[in-house]
């Protein structure tokens, strides 16, 4: 069992930086890749980052492709997002995920563990 929790979320202006944190509970954090959905009101969750269970791998969705980014310590049990150069677009809540998959990564479906989520808001 494995459970995620987020932290980091809240209010900024267009074009500016949040970085949203996800902790992760259990021994087996190393097995399970790691990644980021969000939803916005009133639309489907969408995929936006992950990064497989050593690290050396990730895949981004085209919207966030040079703006965002995420890392993982498998010491400490957390993978991180950072975004930059956010656009009122990119409001949402953010769910940090873990699964044991790599391909047929954009199906939410695959993900064994979700946090709760945690509100990013672009002001324009």
């Known amino acids: 069992q494995v459970q995620l929790v987020e932290s980091g979320g809240g209010l900024v202006q267009a074009g500016g930086s949040l970085r949203l944190s996800c902790a992760a509970s259990?021994?087996?954090?190393?097995?399970?890749?790691m990644g980021w959905f969000r939803q916005a009101p009133g639309k489907e969750r969408e995929f936006v980052i992950i990064i497989s269970r050593s690290g050396g791998s990730r895949y981004y969705a085209d919207s966030v492709k040079g703006r965002f980014t995420i890392s993982r310590d498998n010491a400490k049990n957390t993978v991180a997002l950072q975004m930059n150069s956010l656009k009122p677009e990119d409001t949402a809540v953010y769910y940090c995920v873990a699964g044991i998959l790599w391909s047929d990564y954009k199906n939410f479906k695959r993900y064994d563990y979700w946090g709760q989520g945690t509100q990013v808001t672009v002001s324009s």
């Open positions: 259990g021994r087996t954090f190393s097995s399970y890749a």
